[in-house]
Nanobody, 124 residues
Framework: QVWLRESGGGSVQAGDSLRLSCTVS????????MGWFRQAPGKEREFVAT????????YYADSVKGRFAVSSDNMKGTLYLQMSNLKPEDTAVYYC?????????????????WGQGTQVTVSS
């Protein structure tokens, strides 16, 4: 079993920055791929970013490319999502997830363990 806990969400103004963190515990292997997803009210969960734990392979949704940066700290067992130039359309609950496979993927079905999410609200 793997447990994930997100933190760092909040309410900000458009153009502000936030950094989300996701701590991982349990029977976790450092070759697992990690991902960030988000779900806005009334919408389906969507992919945001993914990374392998070595940090040398990342992939982003077009909507956040150039504004968000995903990173990992193997020693701390923590995944990060640095979000800059936030927009109202970034408002959502953000979830981190881990896959038991090393290959990064943008598909939610590729992830077996999920956190409970953290709310990000961006006002104009």
């Amino acid at each position: 079993q793997v447990w994930l806990r997100e933190s760092g969400g909040g309410s900000v103004q458009a153009g502000d920055s936030l950094r989300l963190s996701c701590t991982v515990s349990g029977r976790f292997k450092t070759n697992y791929a990690m991902g960030w997803f988000r779900q806005a009210p009334g919408k389906e969960r969507e992919f945001v970013a993914t990374i392998n734990w070595d940090g040398d392979n990342t992939y982003y949704a077009d909507s956040v490319k150039g504004r968000f940066a995903v990173s990992s700290d193997n020693m701390k067992g923590t995944l990060y999502l640095q979000m800059s130039n936030l927009k109202p359309e970034d408002t959502a609950v953000y979830y981190c997830a881990t896959s038991i496979y090393p290959t990064v993927t943008a598909t939610s079905s590729g992830y077996q363990f999920w956190g409970q999410g953290t709310q990000v609200t961006v006002s104009s």
